[in-house]
């Protein structure tokens, strides 16, 4: 009954259809803001992940460019190239200065 936010079993009972599809609406557009907000934070952390190794330019690529996010997208879109290789350039890029050690091996 939290989804519907409401106080008990008797008062989803007693409400009417209506009343009910309102509800499931609220609760699926806030469902949908929870989960646009965490693209975005997930984003944020990306690009400047990104930034901090030196693998993108802050001054051709800003953050909304970076992942745009797009109305009613699929969450199955795959990478673009130029993304994949920048992510591929910075991971080769830490490998090659530890030298291919994992953190904390001597």
Request: with cysteine; hydrophobic share 35%.
């Amino acid at each position: 009954m939290t989804e519907l936010k409401c106080p008990s079993y008797d008062y989803v009972l007693d409400m009417t259809w209506r009343e009910f599809i309102l509800r499931r609406e609220g609760f699926f557009r806030e469902r949908k803001n929870e989960e646009t907000r965490q693209m975005k934070h997930t984003r944020v952390i990306s690009y400047f992940t990104l930034v901090a190794t030196g693998a993108i330019d802050t001054k051709k690529l800003s953050l909304d460019k970076f992942l745009p996010i797009k109305e009613g997208a699929s969450k199955g879109n795959k990478i673009e190239d130029w993304q994949k290789e920048a992510l591929l350039n910075a991971i080769n890029g830490v490998v090659n200065e530890s030298g291919g050690r994992i953190r904390g091996e001597s």
